[in-house]
C-alpha cells in the first residue's frame, strides 16, 4: 500500500470531497440566514411564535407590544413585511386557544383588517393581551398623549 490510500485524496475522489464540502457550507449559511432572520427585530416585548405552528417553521412571525403601538413582523428569504396599529385604534383583542398554540385577533376601529397572529404559547398570548390592554389603560388616562 502507498500513501495515497491512507490520509490524502486522489484526483480521481477530489471531486466527491469538494461537493460535499460545498454542499455543507450552503446548508450552514442558510442555516446561519434562517438564524439571522428569526431573532427578535426590535427590543422591548417582542413575541415570536412558535416554529412548528403553520407557517412560522422557517421564519416566524413575530409581534412587538410597546406603549404606543402594536408591530406585526414577518421576515421574508429577502425582506420583511410589518404591519403597525397605534393604541389609539386597536378596538379589541381575541384570543383562541388550540391543542398547543394561540392565536391572537387584534381588530382595529376603522374597518381595517385585524392583525392576526398564529402559534404562539397560550402564556404569550395572555401576555400580549394583557399588555395591550395596560398599554391603553394608561395612553387614555392620559398618560401617553402629546
Not at 427585530?41 to 421564519?59: D, I, M, Q, T, Y
Request: hydrophobic share 40%; with cysteine.
Amino acid at each position: 500500500m502507498n500513501s495515497l490510500t491512507f490520509g490524502l485524496v486522489t484526483g480521481e475522489s477530489a471531486w466527491i470531497w469538494w461537493t460535499i464540502a460545498a454542499a455543507i457550507g450552503v446548508v450552514g449559511l442558510l442555516g446561519w440566514w434562517v438564524w439571522l432572520k428569526g431573532r427578535p427585530f426590535a427590543p422591548g416585548e417582542v413575541f415570536r411564535a412558535s416554529r412548528l405552528s403553520k407557517g412560522n417553521h422557517l421564519f416566524p412571525t413575530q409581534v412587538l407590544i410597546s406603549p404606543t403601538s402594536v408591530v406585526q413582523y414577518t421576515p421574508h428569504w429577502i425582506g420583511r413585511q410589518e404591519e403597525s396599529v397605534h393604541m389609539a385604534h386597536i378596538a379589541s383583542v381575541k384570543i383562541e386557544t388550540k391543542l398547543l398554540f394561540s392565536n391572537v385577533f387584534i381588530e382595529t376601529s376603522g374597518g381595517a383588517d385585524s392583525i392576526v397572529c398564529h402559534g404562539h404559547r397560550k402564556q404569550d398570548a395572555v401576555q400580549m393581551k394583557t399588555l395591550i390592554e395596560r398599554y391603553q389603560t394608561d395612553y387614555y388616562r392620559g398618560g401617553l398623549r402629546r
